[in-house]
């Protein structure tokens, strides 16, 4: 098995280099994000790493470096971008026309207060059009293992919210994200689901809600070549 999913060829036009580490890639920050973003042949001094904090703050980057209390970055300028996951979603943005790329940590926290929609907004004012906007989920936790409790389905749509098996809720934040992206103009055939989830493919991911606080993490990265 690689140590990473090459996303490139999902991206029409060419120049762009995405990708996620897989489990067996060494997690050792910072240093594995320098190695990663190498091994796609991207520049290493370019890195945009964003501080997490499941909200659904999203900047538009000009430059390389550490930005607190962020969860999404939108950019026009020669950066790569990166972020960490272990069950959120990994969501790829690339406007081919504009030259506007973007990468989203959306959790169900930054779903539900609008990560997603900050996004595309940010895309827009930097003259983007979200009919451009080619959109990559990647892996991450799914419907079939991610159950929570009432509180805490009741502030997702409920759409995309089942009964689960131990009186909880299953939900689908995939399909949210989706519905979201669509509600804010993105073209829904220009959105590709890897559809593989975290928690069931043990041996090729991290996963927080399988393994707790001693879970590594994903690295994901999206930039031009």
Not at 41 to 59: D, G, K, R
Not at 161 to 177: A, S, T
Not at 193 to 219: P, Q, V
Request: positive net charge; hydrophobic residues 40%; proline residues 4%.
């Amino acid at each position: 098995m690689n140590h990473f999913l090459d996303f490139t060829d999902y991206f029409p036009g060419g120049g762009i280099q995405a990708g996620i580490s897989l489990k067996k890639f060494p997690y050792s920050p910072p240093e594995d994000r320098k190695k990663i973003v190498s091994l796609f042949e991207l520049n290493p001094e370019q890195i945009v790493i964003p501080v997490q904090t499941h909200s659904n703050n999203v900047v538009i980057c000009t430059e390389s470096g550490r930005f607190s209390n962020t969860d999404g970055m939108i950019t026009n300028e020669n950066l790569v971008l990166t972020i960490q996951v272990a069950d959120c979603i990994p969501v790829y943005l690339v406007d081919p026309v504009a030259k506007i790329i973007g990468l989203l940590h959306a959790g169900w926290k930054g779903i539900a207060n609008g990560i997603v929609l900050n996004g595309i907004q940010k895309m827009i004012q930097l003259n983007s059009n979200p009919q451009n906007v080619n959109v990559l989920l990647g892996p991450s936790i799914r419907q079939c293992c991610f159950e929570v409790g009432l509180e805490v389905a009741r502030k997702l749509d409920s759409s995309f919210v089942q009964n689960g098996r131990k009186g909880g809720r299953m939900v689908n934040l995939q399909g949210i994200v989706q519905s979201q992206l669509a509600e804010s103009g993105v073209n829904q055939k220009k959105i590709i689901d890897i559809k593989e989830c975290t928690f069931c493919l043990g041996k090729k991911y991290h996963s927080f809600r399988r393994e707790g606080k001693n879970a590594g993490r994903m690295i994901a990265i999206l930039g031009w070549q």
